[in-house]
DNA sequence: GTGCGTGCAAATTCTTTGCAATGCA
DNA sequence: TGCATTGCAAAGAATTTGCACGCAC
């Protein structure tokens, strides 16, 4: 679940930013991890590669990768502030609850199961947001 | 979308603890309403039938009622602390992107995704967290 | 009486903002 | 020069905790 510096870098450029040496910490940062981190988890991480990094710039790079579809935050049991790197804007995470690995799922046909929900609801269906959360394979073997 | 009392009151009389005039406050407040609350809106609406309730009360309340899985938290752009009555333990929400009403959604086969998300990424899937967004009726028809 | 439940105030945690300094084009 | 970017410190918001009192069984 690699994270595309040149797509960040283009995607940044479009909006007349740059993909600073601080930034690019945090995105390896997440990158690196394929657990779902917390805004101080990835701050700790990147000071690694990055001494003088600032918690602030985590927080704004956080939010400028959310922007940019990079970076998907992980619905749980504390809150949905934990993150894990989107190789699409579009995909969905697969959770592991034991060692908390996160995987990233894209093939998706909700085709069904949207048009049930227009059916009992009456709402035309425009987003779905989709978490599933399981055992992953090394954890299952043991 | 409501709630039905006598079941919470079932839920928290089996753990030992009672449905008492500030928690039916709460109830009430999070199952009168057709939007996603926020804990001080809850708090506010809570207060208009119970005006001596406090905060703190709030919190705990909600933290208890979402244990016995009465209420269901909302993932929204701005975090996901925003509340919502659920019916049963298992089901989904649709939200409408335009009013911020909400509805409750329960009919959902995901066999078919569920098995492809396996397929993909080896996990075994032990539960999903669905959640729609798009446009109400209302909302659609003007 | 025994615990659950409560409100208030204080403490804590998390996140955002203001601002002066830095760096790159 | 012009504007993005940064770190630090302060501010602010959201949430939790400690505690003494009240209340139901």
Same mark, same amino acid.
């Given at each position: 679940m690699a $994270? +595309?510096? +040149? $797509? @960040? !870098? #283009? /995607? $940044?450029?479009?909006?007349? $930013?740059?993909? !600073? %040496?601080q930034r690019r910490a945090v995105v390896d940062a997440v990158a690196a991890s394929d657990a779902c981190l917390s805004p101080l988890e990835v701050f700790q991480a990147a000071r690694e590669g990055c001494p003088d990094l600032g918690l602030t !710039?985590?927080?704004r790079t956080l939010e400028l990768l959310g922007e940019i579809g990079a970076l998907r935050r992980i619905h749980g049991a504390e809150g949905c502030e934990r993150l894990v790197p989107a190789s699409t804007a579009h995909g969905h995470s697969v959770v592991c609850g034991v060692c908390g690995r996160v995987t990233e799922f894209t093939e998706c046909d909700m085709t069904n199961v949207l048009?049930? #929900? %227009? *059916? /009992?609801?009456?709402? *035309? @269906?425009? /987003?779905h947001f989709l978490q599933l959360n399981g055992v992953c394979i090394e954890c299952a073997a043991r």
């Open positions: $994270l +595309d510096t +040149d $797509l @960040i !870098t #283009a /995607e $940044l450029a479009a909006r007349g $930013l740059r993909l !600073t %040496r !710039t985590v927080y048009a049930a #929900a %227009r *059916r /009992e609801t009456g709402y *035309r @269906i425009t /987003e």
